[in-house]
């Protein structure tokens, strides 16, 4: 079994910037790949940002050029740096592993972008 806790979500005005981590029970390193998901309000979860083993990254169109997924060895997290940020991008924010087909999901954190 594998915990995952996210931090970092807020209340940030449109163009400002937050940043999420995820922290996993064991080694960012010792899953296949991570990645940041969200769900809004009455739509379904959608992959945000998604990192390799090797690194290999890919990003939804909607946040390109303005979110950067990363892993940290120093703090063991998966991190998701989101500047420009728009109120469409308001929801709530899931980190998720792949254990090598055995998937973890966090619990969510609120990412809320509003004046």
């Known amino acids: 079994q594998v915990q995952l806790v996210e931090s970092g979500g807020g209340l940030v005005q449109p163009g400002g910037s937050l940043r999420l981590s995820c922290a996993p029970s064991r080694s960012i390193f010792s899953f296949n790949a991570a990645g940041w998901y969200r769900q809004a309000p009455g739509k379904e979860r959608e992959l945000v940002a998604h990192?390799?083993?090797?690194?290999?990254?890919n990003y939804a169109d909607s946040v390109k050029g303005r979110f950067t997924i990363s892993r940290d060895i120093a703090t063991n997290t998966v991190d998701l740096q989101m500047n420009s940020l728009k109120s469409e991008d308001t929801a709530v924010y899931y980190c998720?592993?792949?254990?090598?087909?055995?998937?973890?999901w966090g619990q969510g954190t609120q990412v809320t972008v509003s004046s």
């Open positions: 998720n592993v792949d254990n090598y087909g055995l998937v973890y």
């Open positions: 990192i390799t083993k090797p690194g290999r990254t």
